[in-house]
């Protein structure tokens, strides 16, 4: 017999034998009989291979194994006590860590929204990775994170995909663009101006291509940037026009230093989604930043096609 085979019973039950040093009385707090206590301890000392237990006259003492294994149970009990503590806390979102990446776009707006959410859950650890859609998908097939925020849901992966906001795509130039005030402007105008791409991997760059090969105009490209925000500059700057995400825009549309273009067929209606593998055990904190995110914008997202 080795140690191993002992279950966690007997420790229990030896455990409560050393606050009692009795068996009738541990027998009589536990409910059980005399003999089944007698018989677990008996069975627990064959496993350890030495006795736990030595009677002299009436009274019973521990022997060096028997108090070594006293405090081993007293260990190994106090550290349940904690565990299941812990996955109250957890439960009550009072404990754990939101393992969550976002398609570079979203950076705009969920590091708000997590502000919102660590503030109501403060003991909630956060991870934020951002990435374009190449990079989330590869971490999404990989299950590197808990939660995932897209524009668009994968394709040929097994997923829950919830739309959550909407994300409308927009043509962008410097204020004195040619085409600012213009109505309606077709798309194949755009194909005439030089064009600020986003990186190849990019969901943005992915639906401004389709939308332009459904409108037969090849672009002119200037510039590729990996970063919305150098988009922006480069934009500014005068060196071209561009499509990205309204929420990357939203207080230079404010304070006029680039304007929106009216663009036939655009905006590009998209949504925002929360993702997740199917079949994926969504811990309590996971669950409650999905729903959080739902509940926000319930208002906002017309039902999905
Ligand atoms: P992106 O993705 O940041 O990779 O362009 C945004 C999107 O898919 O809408």
Known sequence: ?????????????????????????TA?????TPSAVSIQVKQLAESVGM???????????????????????????????????????????EKGRLRLAVITTAKYFVPRLLGDFSALHPGVEVSLFVGNRKAILER????????????????????SAIPFAPNPLIAIAYPDHPCVGQVAVPPSRLG???????????GTRRAYEDF???HKTELKIRMELGSDEAIKQTVAGRLGITILSKSTVESELRNGSLVQLDIAGLPLQRQWYVVHPEKKFLPPVTKAFQNFLIERHRDLVPPDK
């Open 1 to 25: 017999m080795s140690i191993r085979h002992a279950t966690l019973r007997q420790l229990e039950i030896f455990d409560r034998l050393v606050v009692h040093m009795s068996i009738t009385r």
């Open 212 to 214: 332009f090969r459904q």
């Open 28 to 32: 009589e707090a536990m409910h059980l």
């Open 51 to 93: 006795p736990l237990l030595e009677q002299v006259g009436k009274k019973l003492y521990l022997t060096d194994a028997g108090r070594a294994m006293a405090l081993t149970c007293r260990d190994i009990f106090e550290r349940m006590e904690r565990l299941s503590q812990e996955v109250a806390a957890i439960q009550r979102l």
């Open 140 to 159: 999404l097939a990989n299950n590197q994170d808990d939660l995932y925020i897209l524009g668009q849901p994968p394709e040929g992966l097994n997923v």
């Open 192 to 202: 005439n101006e030089p064009f600020i791409t986003r990186e190849l991997g990019s």
